[in-house]
């Protein structure tokens, strides 16, 4: 579809993407899969937490809100229950009591079709923001936490993802999406495949017409930075608060936009407004305020709600006190949302 333009406040604020789900929901899982639920009832549950979600961003002020990737249990393992060529074999501790379900590729991958577009179109038919975010899994991540038992490199296997991914966001496209967030934590975990990782994410996002923002998230960015310029999306959403904002430096020079993480969704005190407008005003040494979106530091799925909430509401209330200081220093009260590459 046309790429339209629309009209934000300047400094956006958005999610990255997952959010606590309630505890109504999480008791409803537990009954479906004990088999006290029937699977025809979950859609509902389902349908209702992403209103309960979107209500929660929308009482905080957030500007462009997610679902919450409600009907999601892991990045990864959603993904690949939806591509065919997938297996699992049971549960991989990650770390303390946190488990997934490692997924191994054991025959050639295939698209089946869209995963995310019902999931977009509900979230646009809830939500009053004009401008909505969608997450996707990467190629590189879901290559990197998989098993790869029929490929014969892990660069084969993501770049066969990529082509697969690649179809998923012009599906999204097509049914109207404007801003797709692809995530990729594992980007920068072996620097010595960073090479092929970028050009498989540039596959990825090949012919796209949309925004589209990179998020990685608790990674050493000296690794990404040499490759700032040749990835091929519009904006990076990278993690700062929970290292104190240190590292700053590490995107001067930045030509593309930066969703500039200022919540630490790894420690449950909730930052105060003035935190994140000091922060803010931070970054802005870097990255001119035309180019700046603001954000957790990355998905809030671990925290209790309540404290999910107040910390959303503390980084939309710094928020503006930096707007009111733009407003006043520059005249900058509103900003469009863009699709192209190039910040100043």
């Known amino acids: ?23 109504w929901l999480r008791e409803f899982i537990k009954g479906l899969k004990a088999g006290r639920y029937k699977e025809k009832h979950a859609k509902e549950a389902f349908d209702d937490a992403v209103v309960a979600v979107v209500r929660d961003h929308e009482v905080a ?6 679902d919450g990737e409600m009907r999601r249990d892991e990045m990864v393992e959603y993904f690949a229950e939806r591509i065919e060529g997938f297996k699992f074999y049971g549960p991989v501790r990650v ?49 990197d936490w998989s098993f790869n038992e029929y490929y014969e490199s892990k660069e084969e296997l993501a770049f066969e993802l990529a082509r697969i ?10 049914a109207g999406a404007l801003y797709v967030q692809v995530d990729e934590p594992a980007l920068t975990t072996h620097p010595d495949e960073m090479e092929w990782a970028v050009q498989a994410i540039n596959k990825a996002v090949e012919g796209v017409n949309i925004k589209v923002g990179l998020h990685v998230c608790y990674s050493d960015y000296r ?24 590292d700053l430096a590490v995107i001067k020079g930045l030509s593309k936009e930066l969703g500039f993480g200022v919540i630490d969704v790894h420690n449950r005190r909730v ?8 922060a ?5 040494r870097y990255v001119e305020p035309e180019c700046l979106y603001i954000n957790p530091d990355c998905g809030l799925k671990l925290l209790p709600r309540d404290v999910a909430r107040a910390k959303l509401k503390a980084m939309v209330e710094g928020t503006k006190i930096v707007r009111k200081e733009l407003a006043r220093r ?15």
Not at 61 to 66: A, E, L, N, Q, T
Not at 226 to 231: G, H, K, N, R, V
Not at 330 to 341: I, T, Y
């Open 1 to 23: 579809m046309a790429w339209r333009e629309v009209k934000l406040p300047a400094l956006p604020t958005t999610v990255i993407g997952s959010y606590p789900r309630p505890k």
């Open 61 to 66: 002020g957030v500007d462009i809100p997610s």
């Open 271 to 278: 930052e105060t407004p003035e935190e994140v407008a000091k």
């Open 223 to 246: 690794v990404l930075k040499p490759y700032y310029d040749e990835l091929r999306v519009s904006q990076f959403a990278l993690e700062f608060a929970n290292r104190g904002f240190r």
């Open 165 to 174: 991914i690649n179809r998923e966001i012009k599906a999204l496209e097509e």
């Open 330 to 344: 520059k005249g900058l009260e509103e900003v469009v949302l863009r699709k192209d590459l190039t910040c100043p």
């Open 280 to 284: 803010i005003r931070k970054v802005m």
């Open 95 to 143: 770390w303390g009591n946190h488990y997934f379900r490692k997924p191994a590729v054991v025959k050639p991958l295939k698209y089946r079709g869209p995963m995310t577009v019902d999931e977009f179109l509900f979230l646009r038919s809830v939500a009053k923001a004009e401008v909505v975010k969608v997450t996707i899994t990467g190629p590189y991540t879901i290559a």
